[in-house]
Every structure is written in C-alpha cells, then in structure tokens.
C-alpha cells in the first residue's frame, strides 16, 4: 500500500504513522526522522540540511527527493510504504509520480489530517519524544504518566529543537505557502481522503484504517 500522510507540522502524521505503520507492516518513512538521523551524525547531508530545519525552512528539493528514492529501494518498502512529511511541495510531489511511473507503482492514496491553526500552536509547543522508542507526548494535552519518561520503554523524553514558538511559525507559514497546494494536486489525481485530525487518537488511526482498507 503506497500512502502519504498529509497536513501541517503538528497534525498528528507522526503518531499515526507509528501506528499505522505497525498495523499494516509497511515502514513509516518520514523525511524529517531521516534528516534528523543526518543531522546526529554529523554527516555531509546532515550539515547541508541542519540550518534550514532550524530556520523551519524546508530543506532542498534535491536532498529530501535524493533520501526518499534510496529509502523506498528497501526490502521492507516493496509491499509500501506510509509518507509523512513528503512531499512538501509540488515539485516534490512531481518529482515523486515520476519516480514512481518509472517503478509502475504509483502511489494509491493520500490522506490529509486537517487540523485548525490554534490547536497546531498548542501541539507543537507542547510535544515531547521518546529519545529510545519515537514515542510523541504532549505536556498540555496527553501527558506521560511520569513526567519526561516515556510511558512504553521509560525512556527519556526530549523536545525537538524545531518545536519553539519562532521556528514554529515559521513551519506553518512554509505549510500554508508550500505544502497546502497538495491538497488540490492530489485532489485532481481523486486520490485525496480528508480526514478531522483531532479527538480521540484511536478513532482518528480507525478513520484513516478505513481509507487505508479501501484502496
Ligand atoms: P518534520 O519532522 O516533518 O516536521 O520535518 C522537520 C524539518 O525537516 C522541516 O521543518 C524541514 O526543515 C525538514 N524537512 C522534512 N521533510 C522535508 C521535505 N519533504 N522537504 C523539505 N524539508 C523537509
């Protein structure tokens, strides 16, 4: 199952990708985990990419296309694959139909997570990640029992440097500008599936499911 989690910084493709991901047994390939992973280790890609994302910017079309074609050539992606956070913007969204015309797998659906502007502000300033398991929490709205521990592997729970309040506008500026015209690109290709990003978790993973099982 070829997919793409759509929707803004903070709309919850993280967390159902995880979720997701597990339910189907296709990877969660998010470019912003494996930009991160780049960024640790301190590698060549890691440096180019490493002051964008602390901008909030986005990070060149060259480089997350070039990571997205190596990822999808694993093992574990030939039978799919959930997308969070690619494409960003239409170049990249073009970029990957023609990568995967030339495979003879086009992609099969995209679902968007809608979420309103305010409740995006709180989300972003308030989550947390398992340093261990990726695991997200969010300190306002759905704390760990301990506080800073991951409530699945005790890890420890850290907070993006990307998540503080001026890079964070600056992130949903760039969505609105950039990523929000995808909505209408994959409108056209009947491939779009809108779903309201918000309530309770489970009942969000049961309504993209849904979308999922009928594709
Ligand atoms: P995310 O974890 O998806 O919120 O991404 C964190 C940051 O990584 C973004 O703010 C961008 O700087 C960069 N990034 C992630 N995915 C992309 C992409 N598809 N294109 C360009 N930059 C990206």
Request: charged share 20%; glycine share 8%; net charge negative.
């Amino acid at each position: 199952m070829r997919t793409v989690l759509l929707g803004a910084p903070g709309s919850g493709k993280g967390t159902q990708g995880v979720v997701l991901s597990k339910k189907y047994d296709i990877p969660q390939i998010s470019t912003g985990d494996l930009l991160r992973a780049a960024v640790s280790a301190g590698s060549d890609l890691g440096k180019q990419a490493k002051s964008a994302m602390d901008a909030g910017a986005l990070v060149s079309d060259e480089i997350v296309i070039g990571l997205i074609r190596e990822r999808i050539s694993h093992d574990d992606a030939k039978n799919g694959y959930i997308l969070d956070g690619f494409p960003r913007n239409i170049p990249q969204a073009e970029a990957l139909d023609a990568m995967l015309t030339e495979l003879n797998q086009p992609l099969q659906g995209v679902v968007l997570l809608d979420v309103a502007f305010e409740e995006l502000l709180q989300r972003l300033t308030g989550r947390r990640t398992c340093k261990d398991c990726g695991a997200i929490y969010n300190i306002h709205l759905s704390p760990s029992k301990i506080e800073d521990h991951c409530d699945a592997c005790n890890g420890p729970l850290f907070q993006r440097a990307d998540d503080n309040e001026e890079t964070i506008g600056n992130r949903l500026n760039v969505y609105q500008e950039q990523t929000a015209p995808l909505v209408s690109y994959y409108q056209a290709q009947n491939k779009l599936h809108s779903i309201a990003g918000v309530g309770n978790v489970n009942d969000i993973t049961a309504q993209v499911s849904a979308v999922f099982d009928s594709i």
